[in-house]
């Protein structure tokens, strides 16, 4: 059964600061890989996704993730925040028999000016 | 903004009653899929839509039902509400050719009392 874990509930960062939300999945195959931000009273937006390509995924906004195979990790970066990054994220991993999207619980990024 | 749209935007209703949410598709999009996303948690799989049939369902029980009619918009019951289904309903859609990639609609929040 694949799973996912985000290893951090809050990440707390000040603005012009470098970013890092981590994350580490569970599949038995290949998986498809996303990373989705859903802002206050808003819809969830896709950020990129790995699908086998490059193990590094620039995504919108700044945002890249790399796919670490040894690692079985997927953790999102940018350089530098900024306070319109503070927001809700998602990692998520898709079941690619009929592409049921597992989620991981989210982690809540906090930019302090 | 992705082009999927769901309504209401917020709804009440009590325990025991019945509720109806509904989703209009992005253009062209066969596929829907609908999530459960309870308070300060990550989006719950409850089944997906494809061509007008269920083609696969989370772990949630038969008074969650659903339809998709032949313009792909599609529509989420659940009967006998319960507390515990006071969360936040999402409505996903993609097409089959574009793989796992899915645009989500706003949601409806569902507040049970």
């Known amino acids: 059964a694949q799973s996912v874990t985000q290893l951090d509930s809050h990440v707390s960062v000040s603005e012009g600061t470098p970013v890092l939300l981590r994350c580490n999945y569970s599949?038995?195959?290949?998986?498809?890989l996303f990373w989705y931000v859903q802002h206050p009273n808003k819809g969830l937006q896709l950020l990129l996704k790995?699908?086998?390509?490059a193990t590094l995924v620039k995504g919108i906004n700044g945002f890249e993730a790399e796919f670490k195979k040894s690692e079985t990790s997927f953790h999102l970066t940018k350089p530098s925040a900024h306070m319109s990054d503070a927001a809700e994220y998602f990692c998520?991993?898709?079941?690619?028999?009929?592409?049921?999207?597992?989620w991981g619980a989210g982690t809540k990024l906090i930019i302090k000016p | 903004e992705t082009g999927v749209t769901q309504s209401p935007t917020h709804l009440i209703k009590t325990r025991g009653q019945q509720v109806t949410l509904r989703c209009s598709s992005q253009s062209g999009h066969n596929t829907v899929s609908w999530y459960q996303q309870a308070l300060g948690q990550g989006p719950q799989f409850i089944f997906q839509y494809y061509r007008e049939e269920e083609n696969g369902r989370g772990n949630f029980p038969p008074r969650f039902s659903g339809l998709q009619f032949p313009n792909y918009s599609s529509e989420l019951n659940v009967n006998a509400l319960e507390l515990d289904d006071s969360a936040l309903y999402l409505c996903a859609s993609r097409t089959i050719a574009g793989g796992e990639t899915q645009y989500f609609g706003p949601g409806t929040r569902l507040l049970v009392l």
């Open positions: 790995y699908t086998s390509a």
């Open positions: 998520v991993v898709s079941d690619n028999s009929n592409y049921q999207l597992i």
């Open positions: 599949s038995s195959y290949s998986p498809s």
